[in-house]
């Protein structure tokens, strides 16, 4: 398939890029605000760069991909006017314009949390859940990821992952995990319209998503 990866400079992005072009059939497309940042992503192994901006008009961004993986962020340090308009706002047009497209496959990374949005973060956690909620009743197979903190952690190809956890304590997930959960989504049939937590753990991913 061809799979637009929105926020592919970013962190967990790259991640997700260099997977799909060394792990998978699929073939990235690496969508971007800055045309500088192309070099670096056809080495990681993207198709194509594609230039655009979640805050401008995104309409036409999806048109011939088989697949949308969302990735992109506003970033820690910018404040709330900037993630609604990114994580929410931009999130939701992207549904729109893929709902437009005919795509076949959403996959949205979110955030534990964002089901009951609280907390310093609670401003983030809102817009992941309202962007979360119009990807739920937009029609498409969807897939929504939400894993707890992230780190820089090498990949362990093991996680625990269900709809709901239950965090006892601050737990995490390296992202090149996550770029793996989110690569599988479109892989694995019983990730089709599936809501999932995920944190470090001890089941394969592929066996874990298979019985969620």
Known sequence: MKVLVVGANGHTGRLLVQYLANNSDHHPY???????QEEELM????????VADLEADISRVTNGMDAVIFAAGSGSKTGPDKTISVDQEGAIKLIDAAKSSSVKHFVMLSS????DPQGPIE???????????HLKNSGLTYTIVRPGRLTHDKATGKVELAEKIELMDDRSIPRADVAHVLAASLEINNAGNKVMEILSGDKEIESAMEML
Not at 112 to 115: E, Q, Y
């Open 30 to 36: 690496a969508m971007v605000r800055n045309e500088d």
């Open 112 to 115: 534990i949390g964002a089901d």
């Open 123 to 133: 401003h983030y956690l809102t817009a992941k859940r309202i962007a979360d909620d």
């Open 43 to 50: 080495e990681l192994g993207a198709v194509e760069v594609i």
